[in-house]
C-alpha cells in the first residue's frame, strides 16, 4: 500500500486520537551535491582505455552523456591504466565515498542554514561497495556529530534507494518534530566497475556517472525555513524482472559485476502509470495537476519510455535530461541531482505538486508526491 504521511490540503495538519498538537509536514529543507575533481567526455574514456571495437564506441557515444565525473584507476609505468582489485575498489569506494558524502552533506546545511551538530539522524544510501561500519558511522566520526546521532545505512538497492531512504527519513522526521533528518547517497561507481571488453560490461562502463548528494529533512512551522512538503510515497515492485537489474559476482574477474538487461527500459515504462495512478490516488490530483516532475537520470532508453508512457514533454525533464548529459547515472543520487537544478532554475510557485520517481533493481519504480 502506498505510504501516506500527510494527504490534506495545503496549511492544514492532522491531530492524532487523544493529542492536541497537529502533526506536522516533513518538508525538504535543504539540498547539497558533490562530485570527485576530474570530469571526462565519453571519447575520452574510449581514448584512455584504447577501446577500438566499433559495438563499445557506438554504446558510449549515442548514450546522451558528454561527461562524467570518474575517479579512474591509475596509470601504469608503461602506459595504460591498472587493472584494480576488488579490495582496491573497495579502498576507493570508502575514500572517495567520505570525501564526496562530507562536501554534499556539509553543502546541504549550509543551504538549510543548520550547524552539524542539529543533526539527529543521518541515513547513508549505497550500492557502490560494502563496508562495516557503513557510511552513516564514518561520516559521524569524520565530520565530528553528535554521539547521539541516530543513524541508518541503506546498502545494494541501487538506483531506486535514493526514495527508499527518504522513506525512513520522512517518518523518522514526522516522528520527531523540529528535529533535523539527513539522507546522504554516496555512489562512487568508479569503485563497481570491471574492464573486461564485454558488451555487458561496456553498456555499464558507458553509463554511470561519480557523485554524493545530500537531503535536509525537518517537521516544523514552514515559516521558519521554506521547503516543499512530503505528502506521499508509493512503491512497484515488478518481481518477474527481478533479475533485469543485478551487482553480481564474475568469478572471471574475480569482483563483482553490475548486469543491466536490454529490456529494463521498457519493464520500467510498462509500469510507471500504474505507480503513479497509486501515488495520485485519493489525492484529488490528476497526472496534468503535477507541474514538476523529477524522474531519476537512468539512461537515455529509460527516460524516453517514462515520457511516452507518462505522456510527458522534454520540458517535463530537461533537468533529468540535464543531469545524464552533464554526470552519466549517479545511481540513488540522480533525482537530488535534478531536484538541486530545478530549485536553481527559480520556477517553482507555492502550492504546486511535484514528483519524485526513481528505479532500479527489483525490479522497483519508487515514487514520491510534494507540494511545494
Not at 516543499?228 to 512503491?235: E, G, I
Request: aromatic content about 6%; glycine content about 10%.
Amino acid at each position: 500500500m502506498p505510504q501516506t504521511l500527510i494527504s490534506k490540503s495545503e496549511g492544514s495538519a492532522e491531530t492524532e486520537p487523544g493529542h492536541h498538537e497537529p502533526l506536522l509536514s516533513p518538508r525538504l529543507v535543504g539540498v547539497g551535491t558533490a562530485v570527485p575533481p576530474f570530469s571526462y567526455s565519453q571519447e575520452e574514456v574510449l581514448d584512455i582505455f584504447d577501446v577500438r571495437d566499433p559495438r563499445v564506441r557506438s554504446v558510449f557515444l549515442n548514450s546522451a552523456i558528454d561527461r562524467r565525473f570518474l575517479q579512474l584507476p591509475p596509470e601504469r609505468p608503461e602506459g595504460g591504466r591498472s587493472v584494480e582489485s576488488q579490495g582496491e575498489l573497495l579502498h576507493k569506494h570508502r575514500l572517495s565515498g567520505i570525501d564526496m558524502g562530507a562536501r554534499a552533506l556539509q553543502e546541504c546545511l549550509k543551504q538549510a542554514d543548520v550547524p552539524l551538530q542539529d543533526i539527529g539522524y543521518l541515513c547513508c544510501v549505497t550500492s557502490t561497495g560494502f563496508l562495516t561500519p557503513g557510511f552513516s558511522a564514518l561520516l559521524i566520526k569524520e565530520l565530528g556529530l553528535r554521539q547521539a546521532t541516530s543513524r541508518l545505512d541503506v546498502v545494494g538497492m541501487g538506483c531506486n534507494a535514493g526514495l527508499n531512504g527518504l522513506t525512513a527519513v520522512s517518518g523518522w522526521a514526522a516522528a520527531h518534530p523540529g528535529e533535523l533528518a539527513v539522507m546522504v547517497c554516496v555512489e562512487a561507481c568508479s569503485a563497481a566497475y570491471v574492464f573486461d571488453g564485454t558488451m555487458r560490461t561496456s553498456v555499464v562502463n558507458s553509463l554511470f556517472g561519480d557523485g554524493a548528494a545530500a537531503v535536509a529533512v525537518i517537521a516544523d512551522d514552514e515559516r521558519d525555513r521554506p521547503g516543499p512538503r512530503v505528502l506521499k510515497f508509493a512503491s512497484r515492485i515488478i518481481p518477474e524482472a527481478a533479475e533485469a537489474m543485478r551487482f553480481d559476482w564474475d568469478d572471471d574477474q574475480g569482483k563483482f559485476s553490475f548486469f543491466l538487461d536490454r529490456d529494463v527500459p521498457y519493464v520500467v515504462g510498462a509500469n510507471a502509470e500504474t505507480v503513479i495512478g497509486e501515488l495520485l490516488e485519493d489525492t484529488g490530483l490528476r497526472r496534468s495537476d503535477i507541474a514538476h516532475w523529477i524522474v531519476h537520470s537512468g539512461g537515455k532508453k529509460v527516460i524516453d519510455s517514462v515520457m511516452v508512457n507518462l505522456g510527458l514533454s522534454r520540458h517535463d525533464v530537461r533537468h533529468t535530461t540535464g543531469v545524464l548529459r552533464d554526470y552519466g547515472n549517479l545511481s540513488s543520487g540522480s533525482f537530488l541531482f535534478s531536484y538541486q537544478r530545478l530549485l536553481n532554475e527559480g520556477v517553482v510557485h507555492p502550492g504546486e505538486h511535484g514528483v519524485l520517481m526513481t528505479m532500479g533493481p527489483g525490479s522497483t519504480i519508487e515514487t514520491a508526491l510534494v507540494q511545494y
